[in-house]
């Protein structure tokens, strides 16, 4: 592995706790904080869905039921949503088919058509989450302030371009469902 090339760091992320970098907080280090506080959330939250009776959740399930939504949707639909081929958002949805999650159902507007609708076991989950993700905000305020909590949501609004803040298709982005 090259980490570094002429005497310069290429590999920062290898060389946390090798010496400080020249300014104070390296750029590279908050997507990296982010992303592993995305991950604790995540993580927690599997870790108490199982505990609830969801142990065969995965996180790209969640982006799946949330594609699905309350109406329900086609392959198509889920697959655009998730932004992957109908080709990868069907075998997501052979999965949560199998693990109870979803099932199919005729387009009641058009008859070739198929729907993938939340069984009830898809919106508990679903249910479960939300209280959930409750449950770890208010944690993250205690251990934070529930102010720095507040302001650290508002500067992400504020820096998050609004289209994109609430996208589903993080899976395919991170390299498929």
């Known amino acids: 592995m090259v980490d570094h090339v002429a005497g310069e760091n290429v590999n920062p992320v290898v060389d946390i706790g090798k010496g400080a970098p020249s300014r104070a907080t390296p ?28 142990p065969d959740l995965r996180p790209a399930f969640g982006f799946a039921m949330q594609a699905i939504g309350a109406e329900g949707a086609t392959a198509s639909d889920i697959g655009r949503r998730l932004g992957v081929s109908k080709q990868a958002a069907g075998k997501t949805v052979d999965r949560l088919l199998a693990a109870g999650y979803a099932e199919r159902a005729d387009d009641p507007e058009d008859a070739r058509r198929k729907l993938v609708r939340l069984t009830p076991r898809g919106h508990d989950a679903l249910v479960r989450s939300a209280a959930i993700f409750d449950d770890l905000r208010t944690e993250w305020a205690a251990a934070l302030g529930a102010d720095r ?26 390299g498929g469902p």
């Open 27 to 54: 750029g590279y280090e908050l997507p990296l904080l982010l992303f592993g506080g995305f991950r604790t959330l995540i993580d927690r939250l599997h870790a108490r869905l199982a505990e609830e009776g969801h």
């Open 149 to 174: 909590v507040r302001d650290m949501e508002a500067a992400l609004r504020n820096v998050v371009p609004a289209e994109t803040a609430f996208r589903l298709d993080a899976t395919s982005w991170l």
